[in-house]
């Protein structure tokens, strides 16, 4: 199991990101969360086998339809122990 955590740049916010994010999430089966950050970026910490962790984070790079998306920082991450499902988190 491995995890990232993405910082996704561009205008991302306003167009359904989190919402079809949650949706690719679920469909891969991975864990984690996502959320708007202050800045207009969206933030993300995506968990699971590796495969499907990278297929998420390729999905990001494009983003839903209405997405512009410009830049995605990907980092590794410390995998969450009991991270069950994928969650919207409030703003931050």
């Not at 995890?3 to 079809?20: D, K, P």
């Amino acid at each position: 199991m491995i995890a990232r955590r993405l910082s996704i740049h561009g205008r991302v916010q306003g167009v359904g990101f989190r919402e079809s994010m949650i949706d690719v999430a679920e469909a891969h089966r991975v864990s984690g969360w996502v959320r708007n950050r202050a800045d207009g970026s969206v933030e993300a910490h995506v968990q699971g086998d590796a495969a499907t962790v990278e297929q998420v984070v390729a999905w990001c790079r494009r983003g839903p339809p209405a997405a512009r998306v410009t830049k995605v920082e990907v980092a590794d991450a410390e995998v969450e122990p009991g991270l069950a499902g994928f969650a919207r988190r409030r703003t931050e």
